[in-house]
């Protein structure tokens, strides 16, 4: 089976707005082991989407197409399908009826120009859109089924995950099962991490990539078919054991989630003290529903001032070892902890740039300390040649895995061969 996606809009076309839909659907059909073999973007004219359509339905099996469903005079998917098969708009009247409703429903007068989202290409399937105007559709054109869905990206991933995902396993039957297995890696550039896989022999069937995003890079392993699918436990281990340290969850796509997944529930709970990460330690966990049942306290303490009389870190310590400081870190966690009596705390407090370093702490110096009932640890980094917003993000990385390993009994401080650390 051959997938492809044709994303529409000039907006998207001309880098108006980042197309955060591709990247989801392609990431959500490789889940099920789908692979997307190609993409195209095509801006709002009604020629090229016509042409388009009629170019890639003699190569692919099924196509998605993204956007141009809406109201108004650009928005032209509907049109350039029914061109593209030289066939008729008719009024889907089942749609007709459920708009209607819809407006009703909420008080509201539906305008004529919402009539347009009424119009399909004569034998198209409708598709239902439980939470918008738009409809969408699917019509078959030489080899492919081309389904069509709204650009709203709510929209857009609730009729992926109820409407296409089921239409595409009925229509389509894959030619083997598949496995995908996800190792998520953090202080390794993708370079070193392929040098030290380089070593192992891959069986066949099972394919190894790499997608980056800092601060992470994730290995994927997928495997076709049962033979190859059986050998995935050996073959996870081997790099397990080349890799070590460097692998810090799998099938997560960054560490806050894994953090919360072993907190949510566990009946521990964590207070964070940040400076340098501004609130990113935090933030990253409230993203997830649930992280109040864990999560006491987010304090960003920026100045010395608030260090000192928020979180108790003691104005000699300041003077003697300055703000960003093994000593200074180590007060602000053990006062974080101390209000709430919380099981853990988080802090940090760093020179993220692009000024504010010296000869002795330059840019990119950060000190991160977690508290526990019975001790603290802590760690000062040196991250230099990075942009602040890269320094934050790799603290708050570290930050989540000293307290992962803390969760799992393990070595809290550990090296990172993309960057160093200073000695006490």
Not at 21 to 34: C, S
Request: charged share 20%; glycine share 8%.
């Amino acid at each position: 089976m051959k997938l492809e996606m044709i994303c529409t809009g000039e907006e998207v076309l001309a880098g108006q707005i980042v197309d955060t839909n591709a990247a989801w659907f392609a990431n959500a059909l490789m889940e099920k082991g789908i692979e997307c073999q190609r993409r195209i973007t095509v801006g709002d004219r009604l020629e090229d989407l016509v042409a388009v359509f009629k170019e890639r339905s003699h190569e692919a099996d099924i196509i998605m197409v993204n956007g141009g469903l809406g109201p108004t005079s650009d928005d032209l998917s509907t049109e350039a399908m029914a061109l593209a098969m030289g066939v008729p708009l008719v009024e889907n009247k089942e749609w007709r009826t459920k708009l209607e409703d819809w407006f009703s429903r909420n008080s509201r007068v539906m305008a004529k120009s919402n009539l347009k989202q009424t119009l399909l290409p004569e034998s198209a399937i409708m598709i239902d859109n439980p939470v918008g105007t738009a409809c969408g559709f699917a019509v078959k054109l030489n080899r492919a089924w081309l389904f069509f869905t709204p650009g709203v990206p709510f929209e857009f991933k609730r009729m992926v995950t109820e409407q296409f995902i089921p239409f595409l396993e009925e229509k389509f039957t894959a030619s083997s099962s598949v496995a995908l297995k996800k190792l998520l890696t953090l202080g390794n550039g993708e370079s070193a991490l392929e040098d030290k896989l380089s070593a192992i022999s891959l069986p066949e069937g099972v394919t190894l990539g790499y997608r980056s995003y800092m601060p992470y890079i994730e290995i994927k392993l997928f495997a076709r078919g049962p033979r190859a699918i059986a050998t995935l436990p050996e073959v996870e281990s081997d790099i397990k054991q080349l890799l070590g340290n460097a692998i810090v969850a799998e099938n997560v796509t960054t560490l806050d989630e894994a953090i919360h997944n072993k907190l949510l529930n566990s009946g521990l709970s964590l207070s964070v003290a940040e400076s340098c990460t501004g609130g990113m330690i935090t933030s990253g966990l409230i993203a997830f529903a649930g992280s109040s049942t864990y999560l006491h306290q987010g304090l960003v303490t920026y100045s010395n001032e608030a260090k000192v009389k928020v979180l108790g870190v003691k104005p000699q310590t300041l003077d003697d070892y300055g703000a960003v400081s093994i000593a200074t870190v180590e007060e602000m966690a053990r006062g974080a902890r101390n209000i709430l009596d919380s099981d853990y705390a988080l802090a940090t407090s760093g020179i993220a740039g692009p000024e504010g370093g010296s000869d002795e702490k330059p840019v990119g110096t950060v000190a991160i300390a977690l508290a526990t009932k019975y001790g603290v640890h802590s760690q000062m980094l040196k991250l230099p040649s990075r942009s602040r917003a890269l320094v934050r993000t790799l603290s708050t990385a570290v930050a989540y895995d000293m307290l992962r390993r803390e969760l799992l009994d393990e070595a809290v401080i550990v090296d990172y061969s993309s960057f160093s650390r200073f000695s006490k």
